[in-house]
Each structure stands twice: as structure tokens, then as C-alpha cells.
């Protein structure tokens, strides 16, 4: 149609950040932050159309409790891996080497704009690790934060859990309800990314 690339990408960007940005305005806010997993699949043309103007946050999971997780709602992100009769938990576990893969290889090209966090740090030791998070966001950190429920916030597609706790709290472990031999199975089949990030 005529159109180069850098105008579509500033096309992009417009209305990519329109909303958000008016959104903040309205709150008070000089910044915004945008949270969706799907959204790993795309970091390279995110970047691109954000014109390398914008800072990453990779929160990293234990991949069995992320298998464990998936097997029980997993919104159909699995069906790729489920060919040749392949069970639920290998299938879970596969995805989330392919993920980590895909985030430490951005994590790489962005260099310096990218803070990679331990979910189970973040959750269990807040005050130590989110001090450096926000150091790295150039804000200002107050512990307050960790009492996120003493504040009204609007709503969204939180988890409706969330709701019945004052302040960060862990939620880890739920794997070894399953045999300790698929526990064994699934590590080694994702061994170097489990090694890799320090599990």
C-alpha cells in the first residue's frame, strides 16, 4: 500500500499505547506496565514498535510447578505439544523449557533493559528482592507495596484469590502431590533449563 515500515510501526505504537497512556493520566500515573504471558511470542516485534524505549521485567517459575499448574487450566496453550499420545505433563514441561528459552534469548538481546526475578524469591523474600526491581525501574521503592491489599485499586483479571490476602504470599510446591517418579521424569527431561536458572 506505500506505506514503509517506520510508519506502520509508529501507527502501531499509537494505538498500542493510547489507551494505556490515557488510562494512567486519568489515575495519576506517569507510567504503565502491561502483564501477559502470550505476549513472549511477540517480545521481538513489541520491541521494534516500542522503538527500544521500554524496560522488561522476566518473572521465572520452577517449571514442575508450572506443569503442575498447566495440567489443571491451561487455556489450550498445550494442544501444540499433545501429539503422538504424549501425556499432559510432559507436554507442560516441554512448554515451559520452550518459554524460558525464548525469554532468556530476549533477555540476552535487550541486555541491560530486562530484570530477571525467581518467582519463589519474589514470594517469599518481597522486601529483599523487590527493593532491587524497583531500583532497576528507577522508582522509588515503599515497603508499603507488599500490603497491596490496604489500597483501592480498580479491578481487572486478577486472580479472584488474591483477594483473600493482605500481602505477598508464596504458592510453590503443589508438584509433589504428583509421584515422585514423574516429579524425576519431568526434571531430567528439562534438566539444562532447570540447571540453567538454578533449580
Not at 29 to 47: F, S
Request: with cysteine; charged share 30%; net charge negative.
Amino acid at each position: 500500500m506505500g506505506f514503509s515500515e517506520a510508519e506502520v510501526l509508529e501507527q502501531m505504537r499509537y494505538f498500542t499505547v493510547y489507551f494505556f497512556e490515557k488510562y494512567a493520566r486519568k489515575k495519576g500515573k506517569r507510567r504503565w506496565a502491561e502483564k501477559t504471558p502470550h505476549y513472549l511470542n511477540h517480545v521481538d516485534t513489541i520491541d521494534r514498535m516500542l522503538a527500544g524505549e521500554v524496560v522488561y521485567i522476566g518473572v521465572v517459575r520452577h517449571g514442575l510447578d508450572v506443569a503442575y499448574s498447566l495440567c489443571n487450566f491451561d487455556w489450550n496453550i498445550l494442544e501444540p505439544y499433545l501429539t503422538n499420545g504424549i501425556e499432559k505433563p510432559l507436554a507442560a514441561i516441554r512448554f515451559w523449557q520452550d518459554q524460558n528459552t525464548k525469554l532468556l534469548d530476549f533477555k540476552d538481546r535487550v541486555k541491560d533493559r530486562f530484570h530477571l526475578i525467581k518467582y519463589e524469591d519474589l514470594t517469599t523474600k518481597p522486601k529483599s528482592y523487590l527493593p532491587v526491581l524497583f531500583e532497576f525501574l528507577g522508582e522509588q521503592w515503599e515497603e508499603d507495596i507488599i500490603n497491596y491489599n490496604e489500597f483501592d485499586h480498580d479491578p481487572g483479571f486478577e486472580d479472584k484469590n488474591v483477594s483473600a490476602y493482605s500481602n505477598i504470599q508464596p504458592n510453590s510446591g503443589k508438584y509433589k502431590n504428583w509421584p515422585v517418579e514423574l516429579q524425576r521424569d519431568l526434571y531430567q527431561e528439562a534438566q539444562s533449563m532447570f540447571c540453567h536458572l538454578g533449580y
